[in-house]
């Protein structure tokens, strides 16, 4: 069920109509930020390469939409790394919701070139593209791979460790010129460290795809599934609703205490990865199926647990769904696909 805080922006939306443009729009995240807003009848502008995201993503946000909503929807096939696209993108655009990335910390290890253009490079247009441009908002992902290996649990925003791979790197980055570009230009943005999201349309396809996705692929199709470690090690998985939630708060909150800010955007619920592996596969109706342990990776943390205090002091941001109502629509949502 709604916030108060969420059901009042909802509300809100519903009678004021702005221009949103989503990037990474065909993958996982953005694809379920470009619903939400159609379903508020506010028109998107979609942006992606299909790098990591997918057309049929799109389509099927689209078929879940009546026809007059759906056609609120422009798509412009493109990449974040072409500043020239990146102004063609933002304008006459309220607000951004930056989701355009190269995640996985094992890929930012292979190959660090790519991860800093796309992630760096590729931010940085649109962040400079948005400024000129005039957009009102900025909210952009980070992530919690930022707390490196600070031993500190919960995760508080500002105490931070050494920094563990590529990509880690390249998401303090975006935080930092999110920041300056605050400080300097007056230009809001808003940084949302997301905590292991999941639901529905996360691709378990490649070698980089998330572990909860790979999971529900491997017991469906009868093959062993992998965890890295002992399983000892303890996430704080977030549903995918909340994360939307989280970004039409920031994108529209008028609490400047919050401009310029980063959120952690998580449930606040610590899960081991044996633990949740043993509920995925009884919610498939595989209850007996183990898995198979192989060594941990390089630039993996061991445990994260999110405070989310300061999100929902700023943002009136308060989760809907901990992990157990997450994993109920996300494998009612895995099953209907097989």
Request: proline residues 4%.
């Amino acid at each position: 069920m709604a916030t108060i805080a969420y059901q009042q922006l909802c509300q809100r939306l519903s009678q004021e109509k702005y221009t949103w443009l989503v990037t990474g729009a065909a993958g996982f995240i953005g694809s379920h930020l470009v619903e939400q807003l159609l379903r508020l009848s506010q028109q998107v502008i979609g942006l992606d390469n299909f790098a990591t995201g997918y057309q049929h993503n799109l389509q099927q946000v689209l078929n879940n939409l009546p026809p007059d909503r759906a056609q609120l929807f422009h798509f412009i096939e493109g990449d974040i790394r072409d500043l020239a696209v990146c102004h063609q993108a933002t304008e006459g655009v309220d607000l951004v919701l930056h989701q355009a990335a190269l995640g996985s910390v094992p890929r930012s290890i292979k190959d660090p070139l790519t991860t800093h253009a796309v992630n760096v490079d590729g931010f940085m247009n649109m962040l400079t593209a948005a400024q000129k441009n005039n957009v009102r908002r900025f909210v952009y992902a980070s992530s919690s791979s930022v707390y490196g290996d600070s031993p500190i649990l919960p995760k508080v925003e500002h105490h931070l460790g050494q920094l563990l791979s590529p990509y880690a790197v390249s998401k303090m980055t975006n935080e930092l010129y999110g920041k300056v570009f605050t400080r300097c230009y007056n230009f809001v943005t808003f940084g949302l460290r997301y905590f292991n999201v999941f639901g529905a349309r996360q691709s378990p396809v490649g070698p980089y795809a998330a572990v909860l996705p790979r999971w529900v692929q491997s017991l469906l199709s009868g093959e062993q599934a992998v965890i890295y470690g002992d399983g000892t090690t303890t996430r704080d998985f977030c549903f995918i609703d909340n994360v939307v939630q989280a970004n039409l708060l920031a994108a529209m909150t008028d609490n400047s205490k919050a401009f310029g800010q980063v959120f952690n955007i998580a449930v606040g619920q610590q899960t081991s990865l044996n633990a949740l592996f043993k509920q995925i596969a009884t919610l498939l109706g595989v209850a007996d199926a183990g898995p198979v342990y192989q060594a941990f990776r390089p630039g993996d943390i061991k445990d994260s647990l999110a405070d989310i205090t300061l999100a929902k002091e700023l943002l009136g941001y308060v989760p809907t769904h901990d992990v157990n109502d997450g994993l109920g629509v996300a494998m009612a949502w895995y099953r209907k696909q097989k």
